[in-house]
């Protein structure tokens, strides 16, 4: 899904820089082309005619900053419109003498499981004392794939493999870990997928 909307940016940038001049035609078809990558990645529809009617006034409408080109211009907007989808980087803290609990969510294949384990390992090497709970209970193998990478970083992981309900294997998990004097609990779930409304709710 990433990288058919990484595809997808690509060409219709690609499209932008090989282009022999800007006129409203081109930049109607560059918010088009982006707009259809997004949708294909199941961003939120009102979000991409949001995002794509931004990309499109201000590229018609701004006069590029002086040393920048037209094109370098509207490659600008779009970064900076996209950027705003992804939100502003933001500098977290867990607090101190506190049991910090970290779930993570996401769409199928999104890598959270993958993510859960870096951040442990991240975690571990900025001094915290973590540990994992694994409630993917519905992908076959999250449990041992997750065991596999944060046993290189040393870090704790509670799962039940027979266990069909997550959030039973959540409170397990945080059960078995209160008196461990853990700083961070992260919690890796099974993936959702706007089709599956079982598994939303």
Request: proline letters at 2%.
């Amino acid at each position: 899904m990433l990288d058919n909307l990484k595809n997808g940016l690509r060409a219709a940038l690609k499209k932008l820089v090989n282009s022999s001049g800007i006129d409203e035609a081109l930049i109607k078809e560059l918010a088009k082309d982006i707009q259809r990558a997004l949708l294909q990645a199941d961003v939120n529809v009102k979000l991409v005619f949001e995002i794509t009617k931004n990309i499109e006034e201000r590229s018609l409408k701004e006069t590029p900053p002086p040393g920048l080109s037209r094109k370098d211009h509207i490659v600008k907007i779009l970064y900076d419109e996209l950027s705003k989808l992804l939100g502003t980087e933001k500098l977290y803290s867990f607090q101190p003498g506190k049991l910090n609990k970290v779930l993570l969510l996401g769409i199928q294949g999104s890598g959270k499981t993958t993510i859960t384990a870096k951040l442990a390992k991240f975690l571990t090497k900025s001094g915290y004392r973590v540990a994992v709970i694994g409630a993917d209970t519905f992908r076959p193998g999250a449990l041992t794939q997750l065991k596999t990478i944060c046993e290189k970083a040393n870090v704790e992981v509670f799962g039940e493999e027979g266990n069909k309900d997550s959030a039973q294997v959540v409170k397990n998990g945080l059960k078995h870990f209160e008196a461990s004097n853990f700083d961070v609990i992260l919690i890796d779930t099974a993936g959702r997928h706007k089709e599956e409304k079982d598994l939303l709710e």
